[in-house]
């Protein structure tokens, strides 16, 4: 199970946020920037690599995660969803992604974790958007979504500010390597479910 299936509560919980966004009059794009502003704040936080920076920086995802579901939500609200922001809030989103995990990878220099990482992370939100794509509806599910990632990582900032070793690697590396596999499993989970469906209706 994952977090990305609890969107339904996150969505309650949001209707303050939702309500005060509007009487702000911010826009969903302009919440869809700042999201992604904070994902590069959290990137040099976690490059700096010192305790501080990665509860800063854990924060600074949270914040991430929590604004990237408000975009949406403030846009349903005052009926100004659209194609262009749904693709304005895909693009940042990846960014967003590839610059956490950069960051994470300079602070303890592991680029090839970095890299593999990014790979499996991008390849995981591809195959999300790659099978809307055929006409079977946004995936959001598998081993390892957006919302799990983020809540990884800021459970791992937190901790890597007290334990930064474990196993005689930092725990940074060992979350790279985790999304690294994971996230490749992930992409090719949701690869042949809908390879399965698509083949079940034909």
Known sequence: MTLDQLRPLASRLLRPFVSLSVRLGLTPDAISVLAFLLAVA??????????????????LVFLNGWLDLLDGAVARETDVDSEGGDLLDHVLDRYADVVILAGLAAGVGSWLLGFAAVTGVLLTSYLGTQIQAVGLGRQYG????????????????????????VGGFSLVAWLLGFFAVVGHLTALQRFWGAWGDLRGSA
Do not use: K, Q
């Not at 490059?47 to 501080?52: I, N, Q, R």
């Open 42 to 59: 959290a990137a040099g936080a976690f490059y700096v690599g010192d305790a501080v920076g990665y509860v800063a920086g854990a924060i």
């Open 142 to 165: 598998g081993l390892l979504g957006r919302a799990d990632r983020l809540a990884l990582v800021g459970i791992v900032g937190v901790l890597s500010a007290v334990i930064p070793v």
